[in-house]
């Protein structure tokens, strides 16, 4: 699938109008000549579309996912258990308080194995496939409409990528959450996996598969495509002058505002799921529908401010290293398109 991409690929809406693209292969140099190109560019380690593209967007995936939910796998122990047990933590605060009285500052760390492992194999899925869907997508609608309607392709793209994603990270979430939220029941992975094979068989690992695809897609979907049209206005309105002028440190402190606006519009969308996910795994014999049926209405919103928190910090985290791992593997970086110069004669023309 990958190498048919790269024909697609040229006739995309999403490669980028302000470059040129120089590659580097066994074979003649090519230039891929955009529409109003600046006088210097730099050179780019791959073809935008090939097979290592693709790939080195994965590996900035793993980068970005893996290590930004392990490092705030506190916070995510305290969500967690404070959805489960609110009368017991209360709040936020409460929840830290309880947790190192009880256990010490190392109770803190349980589940980052599960959340590193987990986390790294959906982000090589998530960045990955996203790549690969939206330029499959575009060449699917054809130049004018993969512009017209980009908000639903990127909405498209990211629900594909991270329908396999989260087959992914399924197993690994619900080790996750049974180590954060079942007192006494395992302190780390290798302990957790075999006892939930033993007691519920492969079951254990995908019961919460479902409720995970319906916080995770809509959560994906908000993250990406909030990303992709905030990142284009915060251009086209806020930043003083052209991406193209930009240094590559601008641009990536717009890439992170852009990351934090969309990871708040995340964190809401996608917590009641949540919540449903973190009680399932808790709950042995549980559905999805008994336990959203048992929390109530008011009882999925349980902990969204510290998911707020989380949640925007870390998708402002991980845009910021998907970015900056880009540049540093000097991969094609398109900024947000713009419009085809065919749909803008037909404008013209309709206009006269």
């Keep these: ?11 995309s809406g999403f490669r980028t109008p302000f470059s040129q693209v120089h590659c580097e292969s066994s074979q003649p140099k090519r230039e891929i000549q955009a529409a109003a190109a600046p006088a210097a560019t730099t050179e780019d380690s791959c073809e935008f579309g090939s097979n290592k593209y693709f790939l080195l967007c994965g590996f900035g995936g793993i980068l970005s996912c893996g290590t930004t939910h392990t490092f705030v796998v506190p916070l995510d122990l305290v969500k967690c258990r404070l959805q489960v047990d609110p009368a017991k933590y ?8 309880v947790t190192v009285n009880e256990e010490g500052y190392r109770g803190l760390a349980k589940g980052w194995a599960p959340t590193f492992f987990g986390y790294s194999a959906q982000g090589l899925c998530k960045f ?7 330029v499959y997508y575009a060449n699917l609608l054809g130049e004018e409409n993969a512009y017209l309607y980009r908000t639903s392709l990127y909405l498209a793209a990211s629900a594909s990528a991270e ?10 979430e619900a080790a996750k959450v049974k180590i954060q939220t079942v007192p006494g029941y ?10 939930m094979m033993k007691e519920e068989g492969i079951s254990a690992f995908y019961k919460g598969l479902v409720p995970l695809w319906a916080r995770q897609i809509p959560y994906t979907m908000m993250k990406f495509a909030c990303f992709e049209r905030t990142l284009e206005l915060l251009y086209r309105y806020v930043v003083p002058k052209p991406r193209a002028d930009c240094t590559k440190g601008e641009q990536l402190v717009v890439t992170f505002a852009a990351g934090y606006i969309a990871g708040v519009f995340c964190a809401i969308v996608s917590h009641p799921a949540d919540v449903v996910v973190s009680k399932l795994n808790q709950a ?3 559905s999805a529908i008994e336990v959203a049926k048992k929390l109530g209405f008011f009882g999925m919103w349980n902990g969204l401010v510290p998911r707020i928190i989380m949640i925007g910090t870390l998708t402002a985290l991980q845009w910021f290293i998907y970015d900056g791992v880009k540049v540093a593997l000097r991969l094609p970086r ?8 065919s749909l803008k004669q037909k404008l013209a023309a309709k206009n006269q």
Aim: glycine share 6%.
């Design 284 to 286: 042995k014999g549980s």
């Design 334 to 341: 398109p900024p947000p398109p713009e419009m085809p110069e």
């Design 163 to 172: 329908f396999f994603a989260d087959i992914a990270l399924s197993p690994f």
């Design 128 to 134: 990955g496939l996203y790549e690969v869907f939206k």
């Design 90 to 97: 209360k709040n936020l605060f409460r929840g830290f308080q």
């Design 1 to 11: 699938m990958f190498s048919a991409l790269y024909e697609s690929v040229r006739q």
């Design 186 to 195: 395992a302190t780390t992975f290798r302990q957790a996996a075999p006892k």
